[in-house]
Nanobody
């Protein structure tokens, strides 16, 4: 699976962005998908994940209630709607695919996109 993340950019605190991750290659609908982020000088951290069907989702506590993960298997795309953005959300955001169920651990994902930068200004 090849993953291409997009939608990052510069936004004021309190604003919104929607990230997209387009998949090509193997059957997208067989994979759980996750979003992770990495801020400068910090380790990569879990943001959100969604099961292959979209029926199950999981969020990091830091984004719960502000971010929403969704997927459109017909378009081979997963989304991350980010609202009420804070400066601490500034990071490179990565999408990832996993052949089995959703997971919080980056080590359990099989394929990764190249990342898209989100910068939130105060």
């Amino acid at each position: 699976v090849q993953l291409q993340a997009s939608g990052g950019g510069l936004v004021q605190a309190g604003g919104s962005l929607r990230l997209s991750c387009a998949a090509a290659g193997r059957t997208f609908g067989n994979y759980a998908m996750g979003w992770f982020r990495q801020a400068p000088g910090k380790e990569r951290e879990f943001v959100a994940a969604i099961s292959w069907s979209g029926g199950s989702t999981s969020y990091a506590d830091s984004v719960k209630g502000r971010f929403t993960i969704s997927r459109d298997n017909a378009k081979n795309t997963v989304y991350l709607q980010m609202n009420s953005l804070k400066p601490e959300d500034t990071a490179v955001y990565y999408c990832a695919a996993r052949r089995r169920g959703l997971s919080w651990s980056s080590k359990e994902y099989d394929y990764w996109g190249q990342g898209t930068l989100v910068t939130v200004l105060q």
